[in-house]
């Protein structure tokens, strides 16, 4: 949920720099969010055991339909796991477990990334009481799934293997590493700390990324890491290398 608290206050704080004001921000925090909400910040499929179990609780007041589906990002669409069930109607504050199942014919080299959305659909509401307005946001939950390999140790600092480079205005980032690596777009070079943004905030398995950057000199670069579970870490320092 932390992840959630901070989304939100960003986007507050993105509404205060363009002018909403303070009686709209009021209005916001006021409106009443419903929503499906999983027991966890990232779904974790170990191979080794083949599945995994996540609990998702319907916060509403009411009945609601829970839609799970599966997204692949767009640098990998090999389908390598399903959910069950996919649609299941939960009772307000009740929970649902929901399954992810590896369905890989080939063993996995490394971690694989995926997304998946728990959508709660909300079912026969009932009307507003006279002279209350009510207003309903349903939240759609959107976590990534990690695909772990069998025989693979566990790494909690999968960053600090990636290997960076800045070479005629561009800086690029090599990932050789079997590990998903989660990061903020923005990074830091050294010593002018200039900035420059990722195309994304994760680095896979593989990957070789390169951004044009007006820098023609630098000695390390400053990234802002985050755990598997997406939560953030003291901003790390990595040498540029040729």
Same mark, same amino acid.
């Given at each position: 949920?932390?992840?959630?608290?901070?989304?939100?206050?960003?986007?507050?704080?993105?509404?205060?720099?363009?002018?909403?004001?303070?009686?709209?921000?009021?209005?916001?925090?006021?409106?009443?969010?419903?929503?499906? &909400?999983?027991?966890?910040?990232? !779904? #974790?499929?170990?191979e080794a055991n083949g599945e995994t179990a996540v609990s998702v609780t319907n916060t509403d007041a009411s009945l609601a339909l829970l839609h799970v589906t599966i997204e692949d990002i767009p640098e990998d669409t090999e389908p390598l796991v399903f959910v069950t069930p996919p649609l299941a109607r939960v009772e307000a504050s009740k929970s649902q477990l929901v399954r992810f199942i590896l369905q890989t014919e080939k063993p996995l080299?490394?971690?694989r990334l995926k997304r998946v959305i728990f959508e709660g659909i909300p079912q026969g509401k009932s009307a507003p009481e006279a002279g209350h307005a009510r207003v309903g946001?349903? &939240?759609?939950?959107?976590?990534? !799934? #990690?695909?772990?390999?069998?025989?693979?140790?566990?790494?909690r600092t999968p960053w600090t293997d990636?290997?960076?480079?800045?070479?005629?205005?561009?800086?690029?980032?090599?990932n050789e590493t079997p590990y998903v690596v989660r990061l903020a777009q923005e990074v830091q070079l050294l010593p002018s700390g200039s900035r420059a943004m990722l195309p994304r905030t994760?680095?896979?398995?593989?990957?070789?990324?390169?951004?044009?950057?007006?820098v023609k000199a630098a000695t390390q670069v400053r990234i802002h890491p985050a755990t598997v579970y997406g939560f953030a870490v003291p901003a790390y320092e990595a040498l540029l290398v040729p």
């Open positions: 949920m932390r992840d959630i608290t901070t989304m939100l206050l960003k986007q507050v704080r993105r509404l205060t720099h363009t002018g909403i004001s303070a009686c709209a921000l009021l209005w916001i925090a006021q409106v009443h969010a419903d929503g499906m &909400v999983p027991d966890t910040s990232v !779904v #974790i499929v170990n080299l490394t971690q946001v349903t &939240v759609r939950q959107n976590l990534p !799934v #990690i695909l772990h390999p069998a025989g693979l140790a566990p790494n990636l290997k960076w480079s800045l070479q005629e205005g561009q800086l690029s980032v090599r994760y680095v896979l398995p593989g990957d070789h990324i390169s951004i044009s950057t007006p």
